[in-house]
T-cell receptor
Framework: KQEVTQIPAALSVPEGENLVLNCSFTDSAIYNLQWFRQDPGKGLTSLLLIQSSQREQTSGRLNASLDKSSGRSTLYIAASQPGDSATYLCAVDSGNTPLVFGKGTRLSVIA | DTGVSQDPRHKITKRGQNVTFRCDPI?????LYWYRQTLGQGPEFLTY????????KSRLLSDRFSAERPKGSFSTLEIQRTEQGDSAMYLCASSLREKKTQYFGPGTRLLVL
């Protein structure tokens, strides 16, 4: 059974700092990994999707990497801004199965 | 393309009542998923459809829960005889097909008193 763990559970940083969020999964037989953002009381916004054959994906100040063999992914946020404050969720797609999510990292960027 | 929509956005009900939620996926997406999210947790899978066929149900989906997707378009999730433990955010997502990006709706927040 696939299990996804996200560390840290919460993070508070000053504005402008670069930061890394971690995601690990127990079964490396995945098709893709997706990072989402969730604002309080809202739905999920897809940030990046990395196919299993890819090593990384970039979108603006966000960079996500994937090391399938070790069961790890990281989300790098450059030059953080207060508007980046949200919960970031990692989810694994193992093929013909639904997404398995971690519990998320709650990020606060302090102005 | 207006994205995935869900209705209602909020629902307060008394224990024992029945509730029904609706999800309208992105047009032409043949996969539709339902997830449940409680405070401080990630979303947990409930069930999913490919077109009108319900392909998988989680063990979280007790007999009090039923989902339909008639004609392979919108979907409804009904909870009968609600319990306080059903209080959660119910999220709907759709994708073009398997292994593709899932796009989520804004969710329906249910509070059972």
């Amino acid at each position: 059974k696939q299990e996804v763990t996200q560390i840290p559970a919460a993070l508070s940083v000053p504005e402008g700092e670069n930061l890394v969020l971690n995601c690990s999964f127990t079964d490396s037989a995945i098709y893709n990994l997706q990072w989402f953002r969730q604002d309080p009381g809202k739905g999920l916004t897809s940030l990046l999707l990395i196919q299993s054959s890819q090593r990384e994906q970039t979108s603006g100040r966000l960079n996500a990497s994937l090391d399938k063999s070790s069961g790890r992914s990281t989300l790098y946020i450059a030059a953080s801004q207060p508007g980046d404050s949200a919960t970031y969720l990692c989810a694994v797609d193992s093929g013909n199965t639904p997404l398995v999510f971690g519990k998320g990292t709650r990020l606060s960027v302090i102005a | 393309d207006t994205g995935v929509s869900q209705d209602p956005r909020h629902k307060i009900t008394k224990r024992g009542q029945n509730v029904t939620f609706r999800c309208d996926p992105i047009s032409e997406h043949n996969r539709l998923y339902w997830y449940r999210q409680t405070l401080g947790q990630g979303p947990e899978f409930l069930t999913y459809f490919q077109n009108e066929a319900q392909l998988e149900k989680s063990r979280l989906l007790s007999d009090r829960f039923s989902a339909e997707r008639p004609k392979g378009s919108f979907s409804t999730l009904e909870i009968q005889r609600t319990e306080q433990g059903d209080s959660a955010m119910y999220l709907c997502a759709s994708s073009l097909r398997e292994k593709k990006t899932q796009y989520f709706g804004p969710g329906t927040r249910l509070l059972v008193l």
